[in-house]
């Protein structure tokens, strides 16, 4: 069974720095890109974007290029999403999912982790 | 960048059919997938490659593409089919990839 758990909710200060993570179980992780989808709250999803964890290759939203680093670590079987100076617009539900389809990036997203909510406040 | 457009609401009487649409310039020329996120919870793909149907989703959920729209049909609409749908296009005209979202269509069923 493909599982994909996120890690837990986060309460942070403006400009702190985080990092949220994917673990998935299930499949080879070695052979799916995976990517991150943020939910701003009573807001649609907006792609963020993807890491191939076998080699490392990263494809950015134009609109979180330099705002977030998305990586992967596949001793571990995790993706990762990472911030170095936190705003409240950050605030937000984040997703990860897994790209169907084997090496091909551009295919559907057919499972979803259940959200990581990071709240920025001071 | 490419635009991807979503009527915001859509109503629809249990047992009919509720169309949702994903409009976009030249949309027949990409694949569609289609995601349904019931409230608290993370989405779902419910169509991929514009009509196919994922294992486990029941055929009442139909896609199609053509043109510059694309639809998600759903019959015999049930009370359990309210939730947010979202279509999902991949462009690179930019130069760079992206996963474009519409904006999400919030079905009611009345």
């Known amino acids: 069974e493909v599982l994909l758990v996120q890690s837990g909710a986060e309460v942070k200060k403006p400009g702190e720095s985080l990092r949220i993570s994917c673990q998935a179980s299930?499949?080879?992780?070695?052979?799916?890109?995976i990517g991150w989808v943020r939910q701003m709250p009573g807001k649609g999803l907006e792609w963020m974007g993807i890491v191939y964890p076998g080699d490392g290759e990263v494809k950015y939203s134009p609109s979180f290029q330099g705002q977030v680093t998305i990586s992967a670590d596949k001793s571990i079987r995790t993706a990762y999403l990472q911030w170095t100076a936190l705003k409240a617009s950050d605030t937000a539900m984040y997703y990860c999912?897994?790209?169907?389809?084997?090496?091909?990036?551009?295919?559907?997203?057919?499972?979803w982790g259940q959200g990581s909510l990071v709240t920025v406040s001071s | 960048s490419y635009v991807v457009t979503q009527l915001p609401s859509v109503s629809e009487a249990p047992g009919k059919t509720a169309r949702i649409t994903c409009g976009g310039s030249?949309?027949?020329?990409?694949?569609v997938h289609w995601y349904q996120q019931k409230s608290g919870q993370a989405p779902v793909l419910v169509i991929l490659?514009?009509?196919d149907r994922p294992s486990g989703i029941p055929e009442r959920y139909s896609g199609s593409n053509s043109g510059n729209t694309a639809t998600l049909t759903i019959s015999r609409v049930e009370a359990g089919d309210e939730a947010d749908y979202y279509c999902q296009v991949w462009d690179s005209s930019s130069g760079r990839l992206n996963g474009v979202f519409g904006g999400g269509t919030k079905l009611t069923v009345v």
């Open positions: 030249n949309i027949g020329s990409k694949s």
């Open positions: 999912a897994r790209q169907s389809g084997g090496g091909t990036a551009t295919g559907p997203s057919d499972y």
């Open positions: 490659y514009d009509s």
């Open positions: 299930g499949y080879s992780f070695t052979s799916h890109w």
